[in-house]
T-cell receptor, first 111, second 113 residues
């Protein structure tokens, strides 16, 4: 079974709007990562947040982590049509091995 | 370009056959992961190797096996193929383990007919 579960499964927004995706996980982690996948292509790393961090920014991306709730959120501000992709959260096991991905959120940004 | 190379890009084969997928990690990365992505199962972790040794195992079928060679490239062997094995197979590499960024190849699309 997946370690992380994203919601919503799919999200459709207008260009310029913000997109928020959530991820919940089950076990203790060292860090949580977010990846992006354009249709049928390899995943691209977006951002990594460590278990002792609560918030991290990278450009138009903002990630939060709540280890007490075992959840994370990815916010994409001022979305663009080029942001259309699937977004996955990934968590590692406490031993640092095995990066496990959630089912992903499909984001569609309409221009 | 992630620096991770997977070959072949596409593979069409018949049920019951055996195929080998190859992955060359980024220069200097010791850890290699294999993932299977299908529409119904999502992105499933199969197996991880670190510096030639198996480090973690996921939902890998007994018909599947993998290895990492001394030059750090890895191969995923899929045998007795079934229609349900049709999927995208990704390789990823990272400098160490799962607590660092992973770099993905473009995948091998396997179609079993």
């Amino acid at each position: 079974s997946q370690q992380g579960e994203e919601d919503p499964q799919a999200l459709s927004i207008q260009e310029g709007e913000n997109a928020t995706m959530n991820c919940s996980y089950k076990t203790s982690i060292n860090n949580l990562q977010w990846y992006r996948q354009n249709s049928g292509r390899g995943l691209v790393h977006l951002i990594l947040i460590r278990s002792n961090e609560r918030e991290k920014h990278s450009g138009r991306l903002r990630v939060t982590l709540d280890t007490s709730k075992k959840s994370s959120s990815l916010l994409i501000t001022a979305s663009r049509a080029a942001d259309t992709a699937s977004y996955f959260c990934a968590t590692d096991a406490r031993d640092g091995n095995k990066l496990v991905f959630g089912a992903g959120t499909i984001l569609r940004v309409k221009s | 370009d992630s620096g991770v190379t997977q070959t072949p890009k596409h593979l069409i084969t018949a049920t019951g056959q055996r195929v080998t997928l190859r992955c060359s990690p980024r220069s200097g990365d010791l850890s290699v992961y294999w993932y299977q992505q299908s529409l119904d199962q999502g992105l499933q972790f199969l197996i991880q190797y670190y510096n030639g040794e198996e480090r973690a195992k996921g939902n890998i079928l007994e018909r599947f096996s993998a290895q990492q060679f001394p030059d750090l490239h890895s191969e995923l062997n899929l045998s007795s193929l079934e229609l349900g094995d049709s999927a995208l197979y990704f390789c990823a590499s990272s400098p160490v383990g799962g607590n660092t960024e992973a770099f993905f190849g473009q995948g091998t699309r396997l179609t079993v007919v």
